[in-house]
């Protein structure tokens, strides 16, 4: 593993561009015993036999307590199209005492006033649970993501799974889901103290019968409709980006006059079948309730 432990920025890792897709057509630990009765025991324990029909990376949990390169590719050089009003930059990538921070700051590029951070695995995921604990900043025209991504750059269809924060109204996360470039799937979470007042636990199940999304451990969307349910193996990207144009979703973008951040503690995938990887993680509580049961 090529990691640079404590490193305060990183570098590009491959250096072909590509758009993952452009966002125009789109719309403006509490009590986990409870949440999780709405789940049968054990549901994310069984590996059914049809989600084999997924190939998928190995499980993982990452703390960044250094940069695993060979994990991560870091966007730098271009923008997803016309309503991104900033580019990618290597230079908005950080990490520091275990938190790795995506920035948005004014900084003059070829064609855009602003630069911004992204991040993506390299290697793609399936059927499993997905989590992230993280902070965002505030401002309006920013939006700060953590979901899953597949589409015409990997040459698959376009799939997708969102967390995505409007940091117009940090006291709502927008959970969605993309099939086929199909939306029209999101809802408008509450998130208590909200996403900036301190870090908060993100959470997806997907499954091929279901997709079901947490906050705090606690259930706040389910899909069951096989036709809103993706179909292909993701990448898992974090991002911080801003919008001129996209004024009815992400709010009249105004310059925050200083450096934004989005911070990442932590970042986990476990596929289905496989034990809980760390002691606050969702599928251990799934775990533990399947033995009381």
């Keep these: 593993m090529n990691s640079d432990p404590k490193t305060t920025s990183t570098t590009a890792i491959h250096a072909r561009p590509f758009a993952r897709r452009t966002r125009q057509d789109r719309p403006g630990r509490l009590v986990l015993f409870c949440a999780l009765l709405l789940v049968a025991p054990g549901s994310l324990l069984a590996v059914p036999a049809h989600a084999q029909n997924i190939e998928t990376s190995p499980s993982f949990v990452d703390d960044f307590t250094s940069f695993n390169r060979e994990r991560w590719y870091v966007s730098d050089g271009w923008a997803n199209g016309s309503h ?119 959470a997806f199940v997907w499954q091929k019968d279901s997709l079901r999304w947490y906050l705090n451990g606690k259930l706040v969307n389910t899909i069951t409709d096989p036709a809103k349910l993706p179909a292909h193996a993701q990448k898992i990207f974090f991002s911080l980006w801003g919008s001129d144009t ?37 599928v251990c509580s799934v775990e533990e309730l399947g033995k009381t049961n």
């Design 84 to 202: 991104q009003n900033c580019t990618w930059s290597k230079g908005q990538v950080s990490l520091s005492d275990g938190v790795l921070s995506l920035s948005f700051e004014k900084q003059k590029t070829k064609d855009r006033e602003f630069v911004c951070g992204e991040v993506q695995t390299k290697q793609r995921y399936g059927y499993g649970t997905y989590e992230a604990r993280m902070k965002t900043d505030t401002g309006p025209g920013l939006n700060a993501a953590f979901f899953s991504y597949i589409g015409p750059s990997d040459k698959q269809p376009w799939d997708e799974i969102d967390f995505e924060i409007l940091t117009k109204d940090t006291s709502k996360v927008q959970v969605n889901a993309y099939i086929a470039g199909k939306g029209k799937n999101e809802k408008l979470v509450d998130v208590p103290g909200g996403t900036d007042g301190g870090f908060n636990d993100y």
């Design 246 to 282: 996209m004024k009815g979703w992400m709010g009249a973008f105004a310059d925050p006059g200083r450096k934004v951040s989005l911070q990442v503690d932590r970042v986990a995938f476990t596929a289905l079948g496989e034990p809980c990887q760390f002691p606050e993680s969702l």
